[in-house]
């Protein structure tokens, strides 16, 4: 079975399913259906984490 685990501290892109993860039998959900489903959430947490370093104030330097 297709699946990420620890979704909600992903670091790494999700991989696509392998060419053999897919049965064509109209699964539901389907591996495909997964797949975007945590590269969308993937996708959230990368544009959280630009949030976040842009709102960072900006450390000086002595």
Known sequence: MYSFEGANT???KPEPPADNECCDSGCD?????IYRKELEKWNRIQQRK?????DK???QSS
């Not at 959900?29 to 259906?33: A, E, I, K, M, S």
């Not at 630009?50 to 842009?54: A, G, L, T, V």
């Open 57 to 59: 104030p900006e450390e």
């Open 10 to 12: 992903m670091r790494e």
């Open 29 to 33: 959900p389907c591996v495909w259906d």
């Open 50 to 54: 630009q949030q976040e370093k842009s």
